[in-house]
């Protein structure tokens, strides 16, 4: 019996995933069950081979395990990320401690999940990350404008006159919902509960991860500020 049964409904999306896992059965698991939802796998068993596969598959996601021969997952999303800035990232890791979990974040990872973890969320969350690729793509007019800057929500880039600077798909998720409530409180819990699902301690310090990055960027533009409500949440404001 597999451990995950879905109804594939019109609305459920398929997606090529990367899969980099040098553990033999957790990885004959994962690949099993998400092909059984008709999404494509190609399954790496240490660090330089995901890397090689990464080249040749083009994922439109990746999975990658943190502790893997030849070469770690850390190494191996800052150099998929060098490559695209774009296409999430999730660790797979059976580490706990907080700041392997910012680690991630810091490199360019948009989520984590913990091992040991159910197939089940782990497809919840390949869903989540499909869907706001689609809602980006799907929409004809997404170009932003605030102070001197825009944000292009369809080629998640961030601009300042002739300077271009491509964002994560997270980054360019919490700048969008900033930009919606620009001048007005949003709530860490409604960011978190908006952006990564769920609303516990290591979201939140990952929420901060990414606001500090949002910050490096926008420093640029004098006329914007992401202000910091301490321990309430955020507000992006336009000074004139």
Not at 82 to 101: Q, R, Y
Request: some cysteine; charged content about 30%; overall charge negative.
């Amino acid at each position: 019996m597999k451990e995950l049964e879905v109804n594939l409904q019109s609305h459920f999306l398929m997606a090529k995933i990367l899969l980099a896992e040098d553990d033999e059965n957790l990885g004959f698991m994962v690949c099993d069950n998400l092909e059984s939802l008709e999404h494509s796998v190609a399954w790496a068993k240490n660090g330089e081979e995901a890397l090689e596969l990464y080249d040749r598959s083009k994922p439109e996601i990746c999975l990658v395990d943190v502790m893997m021969p030849k070469m770690d997952g850390f190494v191996l999303a800052e150099k998929i990320r060098a490559i695209d800035e774009f296409v999430p990232i999730i660790f797979l890791t059976a580490k706990s401690l907080e700041e392997d979990k910012l680690r991630g974040f810091e490199i360019g990872g948009d989520d984590y999940i913990t091992k040991p973890f159910s197939i089940k969320e782990l497809a919840y969350r390949i869903q989540v990350f499909l869907r706001r690729t689609l809602d980006a793509s799907s929409n004809s007019s997404q170009i932003i404008t605030f102070g001197d800057s825009s944000y292009d929500a369809i080629n998640i880039c961030y601009s300042i006159g002739d300077e271009k600077h491509p964002l994560t798909q997270m980054e360019g998720q919490l700048l969008k919902m900033l930009l919606n409530n620009k001048g007005t409180l949003v709530k860490r819990e409604d960011i978190l509960e908006e952006i990564w699902g769920e609303n516990d301690y290591f979201k939140g310090r990952s929420l901060d991860v990414f606001i500090t990055r949002l910050r490096k960027y926008l420093k640029a533009d004098p006329t914007i500020e992401i202000k910091n409500h301490h321990g309430v949440g955020f507000s992006l404001v336009e000074h004139n």
